[in-house]
């Protein structure tokens, strides 16, 4: 089974903090994702890297940086955190570039900004 | 522009009877079209997905999904509610001005309870 793993459930930082978040997968993928999730606005589209060292902009990349040193590792970074990024973050990985290809999703990163 | 409507926030049915979780999408090109489930404090399970052939596909935990070209639906269905099956479920459809990444465009989600 695929396994995305991400560093941490809940996290809560304060406004203007530097945050980390990182996401590993098992599975030797090509792609990696970042989403951030939103009631009633569904998932969204942060960064995404289809091989290491390259990164994509998502539909929001604004306020937020991405790093992938490692194929297995993608980290989503807030350079100075704000209230409104508190969100869910959600990292998926896929196999191939293709577009007919999974997405498998890690647990999620419940993050708080006060 | 692409996208992908869910359009009740909310599903209820009894426990046993027949569910439907509708979803309708826009997007230029051949669609390829995705389920997934997200249960309390998780992260999204794939369901299912439709890239070409059989109009009706068939996945886990005995969903399957309709895709009709003419409707631009998708719609996800199972023959008998569990209550084990209320979740968060998302429709995703594959962007296909992304220049052939993975990139996928989710509903809003419908939130499915099923009672006792």
């Known amino acids: 089974d695929v396994k995305v793993t991400q560093s941490s459930r809940y996290l809560v930082k304060r406004t203007g903090e530097k945050v980390f978040l990182e996401c590993v997968q098992d599975m030797d993928h090509e792609n990696m994702f970042w989403y951030r999730q939103d009631p009633g606005l569904g998932l969204r589209l942060i960064y995404f890297?289809?091989?290491?060292?390259?990164?994509e902009k998502g539909d929001i990349p604004e306020g937020y940086s991405v790093s992938r040193e490692k194929k297995e590792r993608f980290s989503l970074i807030l350079e100075s955190a704000s209230t409104n990024q508190t969100s869910m973050y959600l990292c998926a990985s896929s196999l191939y570039p293709g577009g007919s290809d999974t997405q498998y999703f890690g647990p999620g990163t419940r993050l708080t900004v006060l | 522009a692409q996208s992908v409507a869910q359009p009740e926030d909310q599903v209820n049915v009894a426990e046993g009877n027949p569910l439907t979780v509708k979803c309708t999408y826009s997007?230029?090109?051949?669609?390829?079209l995705f389920w997934y489930v997200q249960y309390p404090n998780r992260g999204l399970q794939f369901l299912l997905k439709y890239i070409t052939g059989d109009n009706l596909v068939k996945g886990s935990y005995g969903f399957e999904a309709e895709f009709n070209k003419s409707q631009t639906s998708f719609h996800l269905k199972k023959p008998s509610a569990l209550v084990s099956d209320s979740a968060l479920y998302f429709c995703a459809v594959r962007d296909t001005a992304s220049g052939g990444y993975n990139k996928l465009i989710f509903g809003a989600g419908t939130r499915l309870a099923v009672h006792p």
């Open positions: 997007v230029s090109g051949n669609p390829y």
């Open positions: 890297s289809y091989d290491v060292k390259m990164k």
